[in-house]
């Protein structure tokens, strides 16, 4: 490895989805000299390490992928209803290599620093290598969800079995034939694996802290009927997810649950649980902005609930949920609730006798220990900034990102801070990001920031930079946006960072809808890129 830096246009910071259409959009189509560089020992992002029993992805196959090519969307043929993280994988891996991205992608290096040197207007990385790189732009295209909580529970290092993070999973598989197993946690990952988990494993004792609500996702095999029509309507289906409030595949119903009758609002309940995945909630356009349509729909979830799950106490415990329905991340599973009828699979609640440590031998709360043989951590991440705040990014003058949001993430757009000229966060906090179907909200940042360059070269423009005033008005906006749903009335969730101890509680994804954030992104450009500064 040389000492030399290496000197580049721009710098993209991961190769999951955002970073390899980054990187292609800024060499292939702005002839670039752009390089990326990857943590990991490959391309794939959130599907690179999470590889946990059950990992699959809850927007539908046909929707969560590029739509920037037709071609491309034609070359490749998903399986199944929800593609799972392997083929996922293969997928992201088919893009980087039809496309030639490998050769500009540097693997194994993770970047501990961004110095903004004011003078050259160049940002400075150093690789925890040592590897030096000098930028005019840095794009972080670092994630949402992969910066992983492993709570700090007292006595983990003495536990004399194994464990793990979900989203660090081993490459190799966990083998849980006659294991002991406990997970904690019971978030979308969780739900996932829980079945999966208990069909290996001599037990599974799962430690409940929040209750849960979960949709059935109904996965099927794709028909070829099906994978004819995605090849034939591949433009209708790219036009959709670009018309959906959160880039899905579905619509939400104009109906309110408050004007349907009783019986006409379960049998559209029925119906939507019988279709399964996530267009649950898109049942009726009031449900996740009045309490009293929510209400209905927490009511049906929770009959389910006690209907599946056989030992009524145990029911009752999972069916205790104290949040909105869809106001923390929904997930959606098979066969999660049916887990509970396994005679090898026993629920804790955690919120009526908490953890109090981990023994030598396995987890104990104030109420029991229970003999673990490997412990799975699906205790989520610190999400959205976590990633960010990782790597010591500092703007003008020195000061530090983390310095600028430590009451919260303050930026324009979810795009740009004020002080921090030429670096661009692709899903950052104050985006729509989490809250829709991830490609979809990709490929919308990745296109604006190539314009933005583009727009920059053009017309001899050096620096871009988000305005103070910009700022203020836009972490209103965002604030605004979350006021005006029911998300933020689920306080433990990590939209505001509550799974983090000592994080600041905001509110952190905009919570406008995908369609709505397009046309304000498009304003701004044909208003001369208004609320940034450019020289
Ligand atoms: O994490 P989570 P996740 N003691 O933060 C519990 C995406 N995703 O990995 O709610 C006891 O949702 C915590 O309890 P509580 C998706 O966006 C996508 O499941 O804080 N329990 C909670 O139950 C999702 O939302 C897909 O009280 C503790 C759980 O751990 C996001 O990833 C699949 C604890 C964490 O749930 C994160 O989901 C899966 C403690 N000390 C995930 N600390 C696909 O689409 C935490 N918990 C494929």
């Given at each position: 490895m040389s000492n030399e830096p290496v000197e580049l246009d721009a710098l993209v910071v991961g190769a999951g989805f955002a970073g390899l259409y980054q990187l292609f959009r800024l060499r292939d189509n702005l002839g670039l000299k752009v390089k990326a560089v990857e943590a990991a020992q490959g391309v794939g992002g959130t599907w690179f390490w999470n590889r946990y029993p059950g990992a699959r992805c809850d927007s539908e196959s046909h929707v969560y992928?590029?739509?920037?090519s037709l071609d491309l969307m034609r070359q490749w043929e998903w399986s199944e209803r929800y593609p799972g993280q392997a083929e996922i994988l293969r997928y992201l891996n088919f893009v980087a290599d039809k496309l030639d991205l490998k050769r500009d992608i540097q693997f194994g290096t993770r970047v501990a620093s961004a110095h903004y040197d004011e003078a050259t207007n160049r940002w400075h990385m150093r690789a925890e290598t040592g590897e030096t790189f000098i930028a005019k732009f840095l794009i972080t295209a670092v994630g949402c969800l992969s910066s992983a909580n492993v709570p700090d529970i007292l006595g983990l290092k003495t536990f004399k079995g194994e464990w793990y993070h979900t989203g660090q999973w081993p490459h190799e598989g966990v083998e849980f034939t006659g294991k002991r197993v406990g997970m904690i946690g019971t978030g979308s990952t969780a739900i996932q694996a829980a079945p999966v988990i208990a069909d290996q494993a001599k037990h599974l004792t799962v430690f409940q802290r929040t209750a849960n609500y979960s949709v059935p996702a109904r996965n099927i095999p794709l028909t070829a009927d099906f994978k004819q029509y995605v090849k034939s309507s591949a433009s209708e289906i790219r036009a959709t997810t670009h018309q959906t409030y959160n880039g899905m595949g579905f619509k939400v119903s104009e109906r309110k649950a408050v004007d349907t009758p009783p019986e006409e609002r379960e049998r559209i309940y029925d119906e939507a649980w019988e279709r399964g995945g996530l267009q649950f909630r898109a049942s009726f356009e009031d449900m996740l902005v009045s309490k009293e349509a929510n209400d209905t729909a927490a009511d049906f979830i929770k009959r389910k609930i006690r209907s599946i799950v056989k030992d009524p106490k145990t029911a009752a415990v999972l069916a205790d949920i104290d949040h909105p329905y869809a106001a923390k991340r929904p997930p959606i599973d098979t066969d999660y609730f049916e887990?509970?009828?396994?005679?090898n699979v026993t629920l804790v609640d955690v919120k009526a006798a908490p953890i109090r440590q981990i023994s030598e031998i396995g987890i104990r709360t104030d109420q029991a220990e229970y003999p673990l043989d490997i412990i799975v951590f699906a205790t989520g991440f610190d999400a959205l900034t976590g990633p960010l705040l990782k790597m010591d990014i500092r703007g003008r003058g020195g000061i530090a990102l983390k310095d600028v949001w430590e009451a919260g993430p303050r930026n324009y757009l979810g795009l740009q801070v004020a002080g921090f000229p030429n670096l661009f966060t692709i899903?950052?906090?104050?985006?729509p990001s989490v809250l829709c179907n991830m490609p979809v909200a990709i490929e919308q940042h990745v296109d604006w920031i190539t314009d933005c360059i583009a727009h920059m070269r053009t017309n001899g423009l050096e620096r871009i930079e988000a305005r103070a005033d910009a700022v203020e008005k836009w972490v209103s906006e965002v604030n605004e946006a979350a006021a005006r749903t029911l998300l933020p009335q689920a306080k433990h969730s990590w939209y505001l960072g509550a799974n983090i101890p000592g994080k600041p509680q905001v509110f952190m994804p905009y919570a406008g809808g995908l369609v709505r954030y397009r046309e304000i992104c498009q304003k701004v450009v044909t208003r001369g890129y208004e609320g940034f500064a450019l020289s």
């Open positions: 992928w590029y739509t920037f887990t509970y009828n396994r005679p899903t950052g906090p104050g985006s």
